[in-house]
């Protein structure tokens, strides 16, 4: 089976590519890298033909609602659009739990990109999950304040992005089901304990500031709304075993 990976080299797509290959299937990887613009629609032609889904694991790293909500209607609207033209049957897409009930900044975005799939007819499954183990990275690569670390004050139950890729393509090989059961890691966490664990582990020495972010962007992140719902999937890796696998 072909399928086609959005955003084949982030933090979740890689993987997802690599989950393709190992489920005997042919990924076919699209990023600005590769020379598709998911923004502009540059590069899409014919990247489509005989595939039989297309993950999204695309991804903008702005933190402003009118951005993200830009960046991922969008991409999701070029990808529809290119998907139909070459009778592509399965759009699969990846939000996070919380991020619909938040509706502010980042998750704005995603809320937007969910309202969209759901005005679909069909053809589409959408995968709603927590944060992944490699956020912790993700916040050491953004959060550098001087010679502190800042992380938002947040709530969350990780899991790791293997886990997540391994799950959307069982999901991109079978039919399209609209929105999938929720999938979480095995244990909540605090973010700032996460980071300061990724510090010690990668030999980074700097002290870590827990930062409340004001609005209902870090409501959100405090209060548990990014907790999974009582019937959600729980994923295996704790953050620590994941840590101690990573070569950094
Ligand atoms: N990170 C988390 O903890 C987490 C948790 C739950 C759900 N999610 C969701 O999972 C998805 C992937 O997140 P991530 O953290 O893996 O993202 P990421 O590491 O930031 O990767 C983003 C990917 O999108 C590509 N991209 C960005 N702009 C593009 C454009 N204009 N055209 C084509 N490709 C573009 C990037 O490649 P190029 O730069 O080469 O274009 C990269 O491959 C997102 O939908 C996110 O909301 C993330």
Request: no cysteine; aromatic share 4%; glycine share 12%.
């Amino acid at each position: 089976m072909k399928i086609v990976v959005a955003g084949a080299t982030g933090s979740l797509g890689a993987q997802v590519v690599d989950a393709v290959r190992s489920g005997g299937h042919e990924p076919v990887a699209i990023s600005r890298r590769s020379g598709v613009d998911l923004l502009s629609g540059a590069g899409l032609t014919g990247v489509m033909q005989d595939a039989s889904a297309v993950i999204d694991a695309s991804a903008t790293s702005s933190t402003s609602a009118k951005e993200s909500i830009a960046f991922f209607t969008t991409v999701s609207r070029n990808l529809l659009t290119a998907e139909r033209e070459a009778g592509v049957p399965h759009h699969v897409a990846i939000s996070i739990i919380g991020a619909a009930g938040v509706d502010a900044n980042y998750y704005a975005g995603k809320a937007a990109q969910e309202r969209l799939l759901e005005a679909e007819p069909g053809g589409w499954s959408l995968l709603r999950t927590t944060q992944f183990h490699e956020f912790a990275r993700q916040l050491v690569a953004h959060g550098r304040l001087g010679p502190l670390q800042a992380v938002p004050t947040m709530r969350s139950q990780p899991i790791a992005a293997a886990e997540v890729a391994a799950e959307l393509v069982a999901i991109a090989t079978g039919d399209p089901r609209g929105i999938e059961p929720e999938l979480a890691g095995p244990k909540e966490e605090r973010m700032a304990d996460l980071v300061r664990r990724y510090l010690a582990a990668t030999g980074q020495r700097r002290p870590v500031i827990e930062v409340p972010i004001p609005g209902p962007w870090g409501r959100g992140m405090r209060d548990g709304s990014l907790l999974p719902g009582a019937g959600a999937r729980l994923g295996r890796q704790t953050f620590d075993e994941w840590l101690a696998v990573q070569s950094h």
